[in-house]
């Protein structure tokens, strides 16, 4: 395995911490006073000006849709290899992944569209997504059931000559609080006597469609995460044409592991990127504060923290690297093992390090005035978004009583 990054990538590379060091990183704070002037104006729940204003600085520098591989409708974008230091580095600023247009759900959702939808489908949905003109949500945990197995979504979705009626509850869909939110894939039940993983589908379901009501936004360690957010849905009777089946009825499962792989190895690539950060700013912490004579810098403690974050960094990366050039060469199925680990190992190692940042600032660290706690929050979620742990742990062991 050669992670040596091309002359294609290192060439983005730079690019990318240019744009982060010129856009991103000086513009954090606008973008939370713009959502905190929009709170105070009585509507947290709109798109803020500055992430408009930087996406066409993004594609004029080329540096759009990047993590969509093999796909006519965006030529520019990288294999799972290639995208993953592209990927770390928008992870390092909450407010970088939009700018890019790489950002989750959205990507996920375009993958699917790009993988399993029709043409139709594709100039519907798949184009504006593209072009960064409207959001989209996946709906697929429910409170009322252990979603941790999708095998026990309740929510139906029934046949009636040229349309599907759906009903159901749904909830944790992200980026359906957002206006610009536009098109949901749901995945429901077409037919529960089927064979346990030929029961479920997905479809698409335009978000103004009667019967969709989105009945209150869920919050994470108290952040709302707004304009985004993570929103409970409730749909009634919901119809739509026959043709907004993605796949054909009883793809679902089949649909959801194609999705979640990328997805989830994206998620990991960020939190490498969070965790680099937070390590940054724990060693500038620690450099800049004395106690008991002396900086914090110098004391035993913090250059065991510090040498065990640099470690723990390391490892997933490369772990991440074998992941992503599994996936690549053999395809997500074959790497499933290797997606299921980092999944554990990312979201753990970034908190741990987090955890320390924290310690490191005091009572700063739990402020609004760093972005630790936000980022502690994001990264304790993740061991619960797209499978809990458990479940990775599961797949894991199971791959390895089965060489026996």
């Known amino acids: 395995m050669d992670f040596a990054y091309s002359t294609k990538v290192e060439e983005l590379r730079k690019r990318l911490l240019t744009f982060m060091d010129e856009h991103i990183y000086p513009n954090e704070h606008r973008f939370h006073e713009e959502i905190a002037s929009n709170r105070a104006a009585g509507n ?20 759009w849709n990047l993590f969509l591989p093999r796909s006519q409708r965006a030529p520019e974008g990288l294999n799972n290899l290639e995208y993953a230091p592209l990927c770390e580095i928008m992870g390092r600023s909450h407010i970088a992944p939009e700018v890019f247009n790489c950002n989750a759900p959205d990507t996920g959702n375009m993958e699917t569209i790009e993988r399993y939808g029709s043409e139709e489908q594709k100039d519907a949905w798949l184009e504006p997504l593209l072009k960064g003109k409207i959001r989209s ?18 929510c139906s979705i029934r046949r009636e000559g040229d349309e599907y009626v759906i009903n159901g509850n749904k909830w944790w869909s992200s980026g359906a609080g957002d206006p610009r939110c536009a098109i949901y894939i749901v995945m429901g039940k077409t037919d529960p006597d089927a064979p346990r993983h030929s029961q479920q589908s997905m479809i698409l379901i335009p978000a103004n469609s009667p019967g969709v009501k989105v009945t209150r936004s869920l919050s994470i360690f108290g952040y709302d995460d707004a304009p985004h957010g993570h929103m409970q849905v409730i749909l009634d009777n919901v119809r ?38 937070a390590l940054e700013s724990m060693c500038k912490r620690l450099k800049e504060r004395v106690a008991f004579g002396k900086p914090l810098s110098e004391q035993g403690v913090w250059h065991e923290r510090i040498a065990e974050s640099r470690c723990m960094i390391d490892q997933a990366r490369l772990l991440t690297l074998k992941a992503a050039y599994t996936m690549d060469v053999a395809g997500n199925k074959v ?39 936000y980022n502690y929050a994001w990264q304790r979620i993740l061991r619960l978004a797209d499978g809990p742990d458990e479940v990775h742990r599961a797949a894991i062991a199971k791959i390895e009583l089965g060489k026996m």
């Open 240 to 277: 739509v044409p026959a043709s907004n089946i993605l796949l054909g009825e009883g793809r679902g499962f089949e649909i959801a592991q194609g999705r979640l792989g990328p997805g989830r190895i994206h998620h990991c690539m960020r939190s490498i990127g969070v965790a680099e950060r």
């Open 137 to 154: 949500a996946f709906l697929m945990t429910e409170p009322d059931v252990a979603s941790s197995d999708a095998t026990n979504i309740q």
């Open 335 to 373: 790497a499933k093992a290797e997606i299921a680990m980092i999944k554990v190992i990312a979201p753990n190692m970034a908190g741990k390090i987090i955890d320390w940042a924290i310690q490191a600032h005091g009572g700063g660290g739990v402020s609004q005035d760093f972005d630790l706690a």
């Open 44 to 63: 947290a729940w709109i798109p803020t000006r500055l992430i408009e204003e930087l996406k066409p600085k993004a594609q004029a520098a080329g540096l």
